[in-house]
């Protein structure tokens, strides 16, 4: 059986942390509300409709509204990648390991297929990938695992045999509940946050093939 790896995108292959807290600032700040770093910090990976209820729980937020506020953000983040892309240190030099020693390779995001898209295509290993799972294609946000399990399917891989390399706590989660191994990259969570993960390496440059097909067998 073949093995595979599913990557999430934001802290995993790009440094998007600036990126995304400026785009939410700016659209925020387009309808006159206050958006700070520690609001930020408590909703960093989620897709944008469960931010937006963790942020104004009991508020009356129409679902056009959150679209529409959701759909301008992620156009102000892609206009901020576009002109200022930064790849995650060992993220593409890992991608090309894996791809030549044979994993299967996916990518399993919260967030929306432009943004995933273009991520991939600033890469430049957009046709390495042979499943992409974006936020508009799960009913369930992370640390629900539809995201990880829809990308195994696509990737004709059962769970057990993939490893899902993320860096928020709710991915490790949502791998764990996929019965996936479950790598953690250090970025912007403490490694408290991330103990329940397989493993937790400081960057990509920690990871091998060998050193991930290792963890998929103990697992």
Same mark, same amino acid.
Do not use: C, H, Q
């Given at each position: 059986m073949p093995l595979a790896v599913i990557f999430d995108v934001d802290g995993v292959l790009t440094d998007s942390y600036i990126p995304h807290y400026k785009s939410w600032e700016r659209m925020f700040g387009e309808i006159g509300v206050e958006f700070n770093d520690e609001q930020f910090r408590g909703t960093f990976g989620r897709t944008n409709r469960d931010i937006f209820a963790q942020l104004y729980p009991g508020e009356t937020m129409?679902?056009?509204?959150?679209?529409? $506020? /959701? %759909?301008?953000?992620?156009? $102000?983040?892609?206009? =901020?990648?576009?002109?200022?892309?930064?790849? $995650?240190? /060992?993220?593409?030099? $890992? =991608? %090309?390991a894996l791809s030549a020693a044979g994993f299967k390779l996916g990518v399993g995001s919260s967030g929306p297929p432009e943004n995933v898209r273009l991520t991939l295509e600033k890469l430049g290993r957009a046709d390495r990938f042979d499943a992409v799972v974006t936020g508009a294609d799960v009913t369930h946000g992370k640390p629900h695992p539809e995201v990880f399990l829809k990308a195994a399917e696509r990737l004709g891989i059962s769970p057990e045999y993939c490893a899902v390399i993320e860096d928020a706590p709710q991915g490790i989660e949502a791998a764990n509940a996929a019965g996936m191994t479950s790598i953690a990259v250090l970025g912007t969570t403490t490694r408290e946050k991330l103990a329940h993960a397989t493993l937790i390496v400081a960057g990509h440059h920690e990871l091998t093939p060998e050193r991930i097909a290792e963890l998929i067998g103990a697992h």
């Open positions: 129409t679902a056009e509204w959150t679209k529409e $506020l /959701g %759909d301008r953000k992620e156009e $102000l983040y892609r206009e =901020i990648i576009s002109e200022n892309f930064t790849p $995650l240190p /060992g993220a593409v030099e $890992l =991608i %090309d």
